[in-house]
Every structure is written in structure tokens, then in C-alpha cells.
């Protein structure tokens, strides 16, 4: 009788440590426990990512340029304040959006442009008057059914000799301004100035809009950086 009790009790260890073998080697639980394991270590992850990024200020441009640009059918009129020397010359460039280009694409800066409108089109740049008053001119609107991007540039490197000492004076040397943005890649093909160095300087845009919609016509804009 004790040698059965011996064998029942034994038989029943072997099948509660086997059954507990199966908990433990069970592939499916042990695959299902570590990928919630990894999930929240990527979540963990992802969060202390987000709370170490932090977004970097651009820096403020040496020279304020506050300018706007009024839409009368076919003119567009600039005007504005700065504290750029006097006699300080601002480019400007009027570049189209394809035409398959939305109003969502166009400020989320994403939407492709066309080739600039010359010159000859729509005019040249401005000055800085006596006072700090940006010269008023009118240009030409080549077409009411395009939308387009305005350029104001301002390049300190391509100024007059006056006015880079000017500049220098107020801000300190010309390659070390602050807020300072590329305007053009280096082109040593194209360019008998600049050689292998990108032409740098200010640049604000505006957006305009077919003569039809909003910020299209008779309206004044103000340029951004």
C-alpha cells in the first residue's frame, strides 16, 4: 500500500512539473510578453526623444526690413521702413508657381516655381532713402490668373564700398551677421564675383495670389521672413 501512495505522489510531481514547464517554455506567451516589453521601451523611447528635442530659434537679422506690397490690378507697389544705410540697394525677383500649384502647397512652402520673370518685365530693385524710408516703386503684374512669390533681397557683400564700411560700422564684418541666409548656391560658372562662394545676405517673400482670390488684389501685404 505505500509503495502505490509512493508511485500515486510521484506520478502527480512529474505532471504538475511538467505542466509547469509548458507555462514556462511556452513560445507564444514568452514572443507576446516581449514585444509588450519592447513596445513600451520604443513609447519610453520615443517620449524622452521628443523631450530632448528642442527647436532651435533663428537668429535675428542684423538690419530690421519692414516692407509691404500693395496689389492694384496690374501694379504692385513696395514701400516700407529699415535701418540700412542710406543708399542701400534691395533686389527684387517675381517668381510664378506652376499653375497645377494649390493655396495649401503654396504656404506650407512646399509648391514648385517656374522660371523668375525678368527684369525687364517687371522692373528693377529699390533703395534705401535719407531717413531710413525703402524708395517706393511700382512693378509690373505680369498676368492676374498666376499666382506668384515676391522677393525682397537685400546682399550685404554687393553693396558699394560706403556701404559695406556702413554696414560694418553698424554690425560688425559682413560675413559674420547675424541672420545671415543663403541666396544663391555657389555657380563659379555663372558668377564672376562671388567665384565658389554662395551669395549671402536677407531675403523676406510675400505670396500673391490670382487677381480672383484672397490676398489676390487690392490689398496690402507685408513681407516675412
Do not use: W
Amino acid at each position: 500500500m505505500c509503495r502505490k501512495i509512493v508511485v500515486f505522489v510521484l506520478l502527480l510531481s512529474s505532471c504538475l512539473f511538467l505542466s509547469a514547464c509548458r507555462v514556462v517554455f511556452n513560445p507564444f506567451a514568452q514572443n507576446a510578453e516581449q514585444k509588450e516589453v519592447q513596445k513600451e521601451y520604443r513609447q519610453k523611447a520615443d517620449v524622452q526623444e521628443q523631450e530632448e528635442v528642442v527647436e532651435e530659434e533663428p537668429e535675428e537679422p542684423a538690419f530690421k526690413i519692414d516692407a509691404t506690397l500693395t496689389l492694384d490690378g496690374e501694379n504692385m507697389v513696395i514701400s516700407g521702413e529699415t535701418d540700412l544705410p542710406a543708399d542701400s540697394i534691395l533686389g527684387i525677383s517675381l517668381i510664378p508657381y506652376e499653375g497645377s500649384a494649390t493655396v495649401e502647397e503654396i504656404e506650407d512652402q512646399s509648391a514648385r516655381t517656374l522660371s523668375e520673370v525678368p527684369p525687364t518685365i517687371i522692373g528693377v530693385g529699390t533703395s534705401v532713402e535719407e531717413g531710413g524710408s525703402i524708395k517706393t516703386r511700382t512693378y509690373k503684374r505680369p498676368d492676374l490668373s498666376t499666382r506668384y512669390r515676391f522677393e525682397l533681397t537685400f546682399e550685404p557683400a554687393g553693396q558699394e564700398e560706403k556701404i559695406k564700411q556702413q554696414l560694418v560700422e553698424q554690425a560688425g564684418a559682413l560675413d559674420e551677421l547675424t541672420g545671415l541666409q543663403v541666396l544663391k548656391e555657389a555657380d563659379p560658372d555663372s558668377s564672376m564675383v562671388h567665384g565658389d562662394d554662395p551669395v549671402k545676405g536677407y531675403i523676406q517673400t510675400v505670396n500673391i495670389m490670382k487677381a480672383d482670390e484672397e490676398n489676390g488684389d487690392g490689398v496690402t501685404l507685408e513681407f516675412e521672413r
